[in-house]
């Protein structure tokens, strides 16, 4: 990351679960300059999710939304 030019308009992102098992040469302060921690969802809303994810593709008749 440090060799690109820092004006060339490109966004970075990446997310993971697990931040512990990450190589440290990725966690090092100049590497992303903006860390945002996101909470995990309530019950309700992973429901919503789970709605609109599968709308137009076939799924087991079993899993309800």
């Known amino acids: 990351m440090a060799s690109f030019d ?12 697990r931040p512990d098992v990450l ?12 860390q945002v921690t996101v909470d995990s969802s309530d019950v309700q809303s992973r429901i919503k999710i789970l709605g609109v994810h599968p709308r137009g593709n076939r799924q087991d008749p079993r899993v309800r939304c």
């Open 6 to 17: 820092g004006n060339t308009g490109v966004i970075v992102l990446a997310a993971t679960y």
């Open 23 to 34: 190589d440290a040469a990725l966690r090092r302060l100049v590497r992303f300059d903006r």
